[in-house]
Each structure stands twice: as C-alpha cells, then as structure tokens.
T-cell receptor, first 118, second 114 residues
Framework: AQKITQTQPGMFVQEKEAVTLDCTYD???????LFWYKQPSSGEMIFLIY??????QNATEGRYSLNFQKARKSANLVISASQLGDSAMYFCAMNSNAGGTSYGKLTFGQGTILTVHP | SAVISQKPSRDICQRGTSLTIQCQVD?????MFWYRQQPGQSLTLIAT?????????ESGFVIDKFPISRPNLTFSTLTVSNMSPEDSSIYLC???????????FGPGTRLTVL
C-alpha cells in the first residue's frame, strides 16, 4: 500500500519569498510517480509538477521545483518568488507506474494550506 | 495536456434524489477515474472506468450507490444515487496522459445535499 504524509497543515510566506512544502511517501513499488497539485477555493485541482521515480534530475516547471530525495522518500515542493495568487491548498500525491490495475490510482496526502502575505 | 470538462459545476439537491455528473475529455483515453473530496478532506478514488467493461470500484464504494457509464473513449458519467447529506462533496474526474504519465483533473462538481 502507498502512503503520503504532509506534516505541515499550514504554511505562511511573504510575497516574493521562496517556500518549501514537505511531502514524504512510502511504497513498495519500484516504479512510481509523484505529483503536486494546487487547489484554490474554487475546488479545481491544478496540476503543478510531476516526478517519475526513475528520473535522475529534479523536475522543474516555471516557479515550481520538486526536490526529490529517493533514499529519504521525500518529494518536497519548492515555490520560488511567491505570489499572492499562490495562496491555496497544496496536495502531494503518488501513483504506481508498475502498470496493471494500480496505474492511475492516486494516493493523496492531507494537504498543506499556503498563505502568501503581501 | 488533456482538457477535461464536467457538468454540472455545482448543484444543490434534495435528500433521496440522484444526480448524474458528466465528464468529457478532449482526447481518447483508456481509463477515466472518479474521485470524491468530502469537506475539509483529501481526495479519495471512487472507481476506475474503462471503456467497454464494468467500472472497478474501490473499497467502500458500490455500484448501486455510484453507477458509472463509459460509452466511449472521451466520455463518462458518475451518478450519485439516493443522496444523503453525507454525499455533499466535490466530485472530480481524472485522466492520465499516457505519454507523460501526468494525471489531470476536471474542474469538479460541487454537490450539496439538503
């Protein structure tokens, strides 16, 4: 079974500063994917960034980067130059890329509420 | 990236009634996934919908309560049957981009049951 742990219920950051949202995971699969999503108050789930377990380089997407430390089973999200519009709930999730019936099933963490102060 | 639309975006329903949620994708996908997010909670997978076969339900979810249709490779529906206030949630459909392994979500349907 897979498990995602987000230990920060809430985080605060000053506008234009960088912030790191923590995520640790547990799985017995050799091939898996790690995701971060942003959920504003509207409820939609916005895809931010993806890291495959066999990717050697950390994923980056604009102001988002994923600090992937496989041995420590951590996949922290780093948001650089925070903006007021970054205030939202952030979810870390994982799936199995082993194929079969588990492919595409995401296991989510409990989320972290990020508040950006002006 | 896949573009996913859902209808309705929100609804307020009476106890004991049913609501059918539609999910449309702009490209053909093998599997579509339905998730539920109860208030203040994380997302939980309800079922996986494959075209041409019965949906596969996760533990705690049954077909009589959440019947799913998958008539073609771009469309699926989820029905929430005999609703109670505990069914008040956001319901989201999701697809996987098989080329990038990235998973995308529709905008969600916010359901309130009175």
């Amino acid at each position: 079974a897979q498990k995602i742990t987000q230990t920060q219920p809430g985080m605060f950051v000053q506008e234009k500063e960088a912030v790191t949202l923590d995520c640790t995971y547990d799985t017995s699969d050799q091939s898996y994917g790690l995701f971060w999503y942003k959920q504003p108050s509207s409820g939609e789930m916005i895809f931010l960034i993806y890291q495959g377990s066999y990717d050697e380089q950390n994923a980056t997407e604009g102001r988002y980067s994923l600090n992937f430390q496989k041995a420590r089973k951590s996949a922290n999200l780093v948001i650089s130059a925070s903006q007021l519009g970054d205030s939202a709930m952030y979810f870390c999730a994982m799936n199995s890329n082993a194929g079969g019936t588990s492919y595409g099933k995401l296991t989510f963490g409990q989320g972290t509420i990020l508040t950006v102060h002006p | 990236s896949a573009v996913i639309s859902q209808k309705p975006s929100r609804d307020i329903c009476q106890r004991g009634t049913s609501l059918t949620i539609q999910c449309q994708v702009d490209s053909q996908v093998t599997m579509m996934f339905w998730y539920r997010q109860q208030p203040g909670q994380s997302l939980t997978l309800i079922a996986t919908a494959n075209q041409g076969s019965e949906a596969t339900y996760e533990s705690g979810f049954v077909i009589d309560k959440f019947p799913i249709s998958r008539p073609n490779l771009t469309f699926s529906t989820l029905t929430v049957s005999n609703m109670s206030p505990e069914d008040s949630s956001i319901y989201l459909c999701s697809v996987v981009d098989a080329v990038t392994d990235t998973q995308y979500f529709g905008p969600g349907t916010r359901l309130t049951v009175l």
